[in-house]
Nanobody, 123 residues
Framework: QVQLVESGGGLVQAGGSLRLSCAAS????????MGWFRQAPGKEREFVAA????????YYADSVKGRFTISRDNAKNTVYLQMNSLKPEDTAVYYC????????????????WGQGTQVTVSS
């Protein structure tokens, strides 16, 4: 049906940067809100950032605001998450998600999910 594929995760030192990408296929996502969530072992999945493909507004969890930037390339149906000043507490599997509506901050409101990409930040 719809596929979301994340890439760009890896291992970095605290203070370093990573850029995650999420490529969507299966349909046009120009009207979809897209989000990034993350989940650390033993913890619930939490909201990181969201953006409307066509609306231009972006939203961030307080924990990442000022450090992470979500962006998109509508022509490529791709959403990005630029992560700067990474902290050990950012360590998690990062998931790309989409929904055919307004941006949302809870996982159950999203219809499509990627497989996740591991981000590990060492002290």
């Amino acid at each position: 049906q719809v596929q979301l594929v994340e890439s760009g995760g890896g291992l970095v030192q605290a203070g370093g940067s990573l850029r995650l990408s999420c490529a969507a296929s299966g349909r046009t996502f120009s009207s979809y809100a897209m989000g990034w969530f993350r989940q650390a072992p033993g913890k619930e999945r939490e909201f990181v950032a969201a953006i409307r493909w066509s609306g231009g507004s972006s939203y961030y969890a307080d924990s990442v605001k000022g450090r992470f930037t979500i962006s998109r390339d509508n022509a490529k149906n791709t959403v990005y998450l630029q992560m700067n000043s990474l902290k050990p507490e950012d360590t998690a599997v990062y998931y790309c998600a989409g929904r055919s509506g307004a941006v949302a901050g809870t996982p159950h409101e999203y219809n499509y999910w990627g497989q996740g990409t591991q981000v590990t930040v060492s002290s």
